[in-house]
């Protein structure tokens, strides 16, 4: 079996997997689920706070490591225990009763992005009493306005202590979502980006071909950013190369839906090249600590532009792309809902979610559209061959009557 193949039956495997286990009812009997604590920071007083925490309540200037302390009574049974927190931004590690149980990494600046990372660890019964067992939680992070996004913020979940087996399910799952469908759309976007560009290399007339592939490949570059754990440097940086790394890829959107319907405007190019530079500046120009205010409402501008392109896209393809109308405007409209789901999470009118949609919902707009742009394509080929064909008949055609012409000539 070739290897694109077999990873796709493994991931199909892992798939369903994941499904059977989230449609099983979950034996939580055994695990503790800890959403009180004690907090405290250097400099500021302990004080209680209810999990899950971030720390843009109360704790917006402040970088560094905070701690979480809790109690718990140790869970009954004699099986194996484990410790689980399903989101600890940037990193963390777990103590019980003193003893060092679990880390997510270095815990010195630059810290690792874990965000997006759950984590999973066995806790020993020998470190253990009947009653009143004391878990640390020790987060790293940084101040809640360096980051450019609200699902990369400081902050820590609720703690989970029980059964290592039912909390390995949770782990399991919320990896698989989180993590593998992330670095699978990744690296399959890159390649089909990247397998776009070829085809606009054999036909560079369809420009809207090396546009999508642009788009592609970037939005690849993109999705890395859920499972990459290194900074550019410093964790502001890497934010703010994010932030400015958004618009040129969503630009290359915007160009390709005009291209697909045969527009082209000189000034629409150089506004959205003039729009990438000045925002470059602006996020450069920005504060450390106000990068997610000046992020969020570039998010917003970046979604009002798209969804002015949007408009004018499906106004003139009606007119004259009657096709495309419904089917790229079918996708465009879930990638607004999308759109719209992520800027109320940004803004905090809806919870962080376990899973965001957004982030593996994306291949269906690609795939759609790389079906049309395969269907144009091929058209493009057959239209190019039967030409050439025909070309090729009237050759031979005139051919033949030239000489005829010189036979009656020479008659």
């Known amino acids: 079996m070739s290897y694109p193949a077999d990873l796709l039956l493994r991931f199909a495997r892992r798939l369903a997997l994941c499904l059977f286990l989230a449609a099983l009812p979950q034996a939580q009997g055994q695990v503790l689920t800890l959403q009180q604590a004690e907090f405290t920071a250097p400099g500021r007083a302990p004080t209680k706070v209810d999990l899950p925490h971030e720390w843009s309540q109360g704790l917006r200037d402040f970088s560094g490591i905070a701690e979480y302390r809790m109690q718990f009574d140790a ?15 940037s990193t963390l590690q777990v103590f019980v009763n003193g003893e060092l149980v679990g880390s997510g990494g270095r815990m010195e600046p630059p810290y690792p992005r874990n965000c997006y990372y759950p984590n999973l660890f066995a806790l020993p019964r020998a470190l253990l009493k009947p009653k009143g067992n004391e878990l640390r939680v020790q987060v790293a992070g940084h101040a809640f306005g360096e980051a450019a996004s609200r699902q990369r913020s400081s902050g820590v979940s609720a703690v989970q202590v029980g059964a290592l087996a039912d909390l390995q399910a949770q782990y399991d799952s919320r990896y698989f979502w989180n993590i593998t469908v992330a670095q699978i759309i990744s690296t399959s976007l890159l390649g089909f980006g990247l397998a776009l560009f070829g085809l606009w290399l054999a036909r560079r007339r369809d420009r809207y071909m090396l546009y999508f ?24 940086m890497t934010e703010a190369f994010l932030t400015v790394a958004f618009f040129p890829v969503v630009s290359c959107a915007m160009l390709f839906l005009m291209r697909l319907l045969g527009r082209r405007w000189v000034w629409m190019d150089r506004a959205l090249a003039f729009q ?33 392109c949007v408009f004018a896209f499906l106004l003139m393809a009606w007119r004259t792309h009657r096709m495309d109308f419904w089917l790229v405007g079918l996708v465009l409209v879930h990638s607004i809902v ?24 994306m291949p269906l707009v690609f795939g759609v559209i790389a079906v049309r742009l395969i269907q144009l394509f091929v058209r493009a080929l057959t239209q190019a061959e039967t ?25």
């Open 387 to 411: 030409l050439n064909q025909e070309l090729e008949l009237r050759v031979i055609g005139k051919s033949r009557e030239i000489e005829r012409n010189w036979q009656q000539i020479a008659e």
């Open 213 to 236: 592939a642009l788009f592609a490949i970037g939005w690849a570059a993109l999705t890395a950013r859920l499972f990459t754990r290194l900074s550019f440097g410093s964790y502001w």
């Open 338 to 361: 999308l759109l719209g789901l992520e800027m109320a999470q940004q803004y905090g009118l809806l919870p962080l979610p376990n899973v965001t949609l957004g982030h593996f919902t």
């Open 75 to 89: 869970p009954g049974g004699h099986g194996l225990l484990g410790v689980y927190v399903s989101r600890a931004c």
């Open 276 to 308: 990438s530079v000045a925002i470059a500046l602006l996020v450069i120009a920005t504060p450390r600590a106000q990068l997610l205010d000046t992020a969020t409402a570039l998010y917003l501008f970046g979604t009002v532009e798209f969804l002015a």
